[in-house]
Nanobody, 114 residues
Framework: QVQLVESGGGLVQPGGSLRLSCAAS????????MGWYRQAPGKQRELVAR??????TYTDSVKGRFTISRDNAKNMVYLQMNSLKPEDTAVYYC?????????WGQGTQVTVSS
């Protein structure tokens, strides 16, 4: 199983930017499905962005504002978040799928507020 550690969350004003990072405990070169999810208070966890076999997808509410990327050499997955809105406030989780098994990080809090 892959251990994941997220970082980069925090408090930001509306319109601001944050970059979330996810460090994997081993090489991600052969991991073909990875993504970022978020869970706001009182809501279900939702997929935000995913890279699946080279295809990148985003939930509609973040299209044009968020970008998911990976750095195989550093075993890192990133989520660049621009033009943040209060409704982006949530705990953000990194996820990878290997051989049908899903691994999660502990989450990082993102709060968008003035």
């Amino acid at each position: 199983q892959v251990q994941l550690v997220e970082s980069g969350g925090g408090l930001v004003q509306p319109g601001g930017s944050l970059r979330l990072s996810c460090a994997a405990s081993r090489s991600i070169f052969s991991i073909y499905v990875m993504g970022w999810y978020r869970q706001a208070p009182g809501k279900q966890r939702e997929l935000v962005a995913r890279i699946s076999f080279g295809v990148t997808t985003y939930t509609d509410s973040v299209k044009g504002r968020f970008t998911i990327s990976r750095d195989n050499a550093k075993n890192m997955v990133y989520l660049q978040m621009n033009s943040l809105k209060p409704e982006d406030t949530a705990v953000y989780y990194c996820n990878v799928e290997v051989a049908g098994r899903s691994s999660w990080g502990q989450g990082t809090q993102v709060t968008v507020s003035s």
